[in-house]
């Protein structure tokens, strides 16, 4: 509190001393609403119409006119004025990086640095307090132009102290940036892999060099030595002891199943031993709001003997002989699998699908020791995966922390 009270950052760099001082947007910078372009959106323009979606996927989502009614120009801010209840896009900036490039639509605002360093005026805006307490979670939020320029913020005296913090926290989101990339090359590489590791475009060779026999089609019941079965009522009043319990949510986290993030449930030593889970047990939902989420499956590698399973899922008990449960695990996520099982959800209100649809989905199977090839090439790409996703959050972390230290 002290520190805030002296309006000296926690965090700063060596030479630079006294108070930040007081200001507001409109003191600093220059503002202007943006135009409509919905009329005249064109995919052949030349210009990026950056509106909400554009801002919210950090560029991702584009629109292009070939009509700029509101110009942005380099080193200009742009910045979400409206947005739902609790949305994370209000207030959220975009920094120009080029002349005629980009045209502001409306509902964002153009801000133009007069009298600080518009790259660290753009760390101060973006998704600032002072904003997102307009947000009250009921109904749209709509920041006004009086608003924005209230905005009271304090910054160096020194202009220098402002171009050091700006060009470090660029530094922080290049790297940021460079791993982001970096995972989506490596995303991108996997699964090209694996459509042509499952196709059979690429075949390994066994250790002598020698070609593995064909492939064998087969259902998934003939592969399931356990059968299939459906797991325990998951009562709200018995969650938080008990059994370690698998859930829909753990289909869609992570590439197999993680013991540390399982929820517990309080059943009885009779239920649980009929619905215990296995190293190498593989499951599937059973129910989903859009047909697409039929069946998404996943595997459990643990050996912990205190896992269960939840009732809107179909377990599949593998003959662990003839099936590597990785191998089938990466099998199972390819889109010629997923077509055949989406196609046998029924859908009334939800889409359902049951143990005997899942039972009669084909595959094409590789020798066993050609699944372990499979399944060790693309855990290998999964493990690079996941060191990168644990550096991105490490850097996303750091910055957060920066943020919070080298601003009053």
Request: aromatic share 10%; glycine share 6%; hydrophobic share 35%.
């Given at each position: 509190m002290k520190v805030k009270e002296q309006n000296v950052p926690v965090l700063r760099f060596p030479?630079?001393?006294?108070?930040?001082?007081?200001?507001?947007?409109?003191?600093?910078?220059?503002?202007?609403?943006?135009?409509?372009?919905?009329?005249?959106?064109?995919?052949?323009?030349?210009?990026?119409?950056?509106?909400?979606?554009?801002?919210?996927?950090?560029?991702?989502?584009?629109?292009?006119?070939?009509?700029?009614?509101?110009?942005?120009?380099?080193?200009?801010?742009l910045m979400v004025l409206s947005d739902v209840p609790n949305g994370r896009a209000i207030a959220k900036c975009f920094y120009v990086d080029s002349d005629n490039l980009y045209t502001v639509n409306q509902r964002i605002c153009k801000i133009t640095s007069c009298n600080a360093v518009s790259r660290l005026l753009f760390y101060v805006l973006n998704r600032n307090v002072y904003f997102l307490?307009?947000?009250?979670?009921?109904?749209?939020?709509?920041?006004r132009k009086d608003d924005v320029l209230s905005c009271k913020m304090l910054l160096p005296k020194d202009s220098e102290?402002?171009?050091?913090?700006?060009a470090f926290l660029t530094a922080?989101?290049?790297?940021?940036?460079?791993?982001?990339?970096?995972k989506a090359l490596l995303e991108q590489y996997k699964k090209g892999m694996m459509q042509k590791l499952f196709s059979q475009e690429i075949r390994f060779k066994d250790e002598q060099g020698n070609e593995f026999p064909d492939w064998e089609l087969k259902k998934l019941g003939e592969l399931?030595?356990?059968?299939?079965?459906?797991?325990?009522?998951?009562?709200?009043?018995?969650?938080?002891?008990?059994?370690?319990?698998?859930?829909?949510?753990?289909?869609y986290t992570g590439n197999i199943i993680s013991v540390a993030t399982l929820s517990r449930l309080n059943i009885?030593?009779?239920?649980?031993?009929?619905?215990k889970v296995k190293h190498g047990d593989t499951f599937f939902t059973r129910s989903s709001l859009v047909k697409e989420g039929i069946a998404y499956s996943n595997v459990?590698?643990?050996?912990?003997?205190?896992?269960?399973?939840?009732?809107?899922?179909?377990?599949?008990?593998?003959?662990?002989?003839?099936?590597?449960?990785?191998?089938l695990a990466y099998q199972?996520?390819?889109?010629?699998?997923?077509?055949?099982?989406?196609?046998?959800?029924?859908?009334?209100?939800?889409?359902?699908?049951?143990?005997?649809?899942?039972?009669?989905?084909?595959?094409?199977?590789?020798?066993?020791?050609?699944?372990?090839?499979?399944?060790?090439?693309?855990?290998?790409?999964?493990?690079?995966?996941?060191?990168?996703?644990?550096?991105?959050?490490h850097a996303r972390s750091f910055k957060k922390s920066l943020l919070q230290q080298m601003f009053v």
């Amino acid at each position: 509190m002290k520190v805030k009270e002296q309006n000296v950052p926690v965090l700063r760099f060596p030479g630079f001393e006294g108070k930040w001082e007081k200001t507001t947007i409109g003191q600093v910078a220059n503002y202007e609403n943006g135009k409509a372009h919905e009329k005249n959106i064109d995919e052949s323009g030349e210009f990026i119409v950056v509106n909400s979606k554009f801002i919210s996927t950090c560029g991702k989502v584009k629109k292009y006119t070939k009509q700029a009614y509101c110009p942005a120009h380099k080193e200009d801010i742009l910045m979400v004025l409206s947005d739902v209840p609790n949305g994370r896009a209000i207030a959220k900036c975009f920094y120009v990086d080029s002349d005629n490039l980009y045209t502001v639509n409306q509902r964002i605002c153009k801000i133009t640095s007069c009298n600080a360093v518009s790259r660290l005026l753009f760390y101060v805006l973006n998704r600032n307090v002072y904003f997102l307490r307009f947000d009250d979670g009921v109904k749209q939020t709509n920041l006004r132009k009086d608003d924005v320029l209230s905005c009271k913020m304090l910054l160096p005296k020194d202009s220098e102290e402002q171009q050091k913090i700006a060009a470090f926290l660029t530094a922080v989101d290049s790297k940021i940036e460079q791993l982001n990339k970096k995972k989506a090359l490596l995303e991108q590489y996997k699964k090209g892999m694996m459509q042509k590791l499952f196709s059979q475009e690429i075949r390994f060779k066994d250790e002598q060099g020698n070609e593995f026999p064909d492939w064998e089609l087969k259902k998934l019941g003939e592969l399931a030595i356990g059968g299939f079965s459906n797991g325990v009522f998951n009562d709200p009043q018995k969650v938080g002891t008990g059994y370690r319990l698998i859930n829909v949510k753990d289909m869609y986290t992570g590439n197999i199943i993680s013991v540390a993030t399982l929820s517990r449930l309080n059943i009885s030593e009779k239920e649980f031993a009929k619905n215990k889970v296995k190293h190498g047990d593989t499951f599937f939902t059973r129910s989903s709001l859009v047909k697409e989420g039929i069946a998404y499956s996943n595997v459990f590698l643990g050996k912990e003997n205190d896992v269960t399973y939840d009732g809107h899922l179909i377990r599949m008990r593998l003959d662990l002989a003839a099936v590597n449960p990785i191998y089938l695990a990466y099998q199972l996520k390819t889109n010629q699998i997923r077509r055949q099982l989406v196609r046998r959800g029924k859908t009334t209100t939800m889409t359902t699908i049951g143990q005997q649809d899942v039972a009669t989905v084909k595959i094409d199977l590789a020798p066993y020791e050609e699944q372990r090839k499979i399944a060790d090439f693309l855990s290998s790409i999964d493990k690079k995966i996941n060191l990168i996703s644990t550096e991105l959050n490490h850097a996303r972390s750091f910055k957060k922390s920066l943020l919070q230290q080298m601003f009053v």
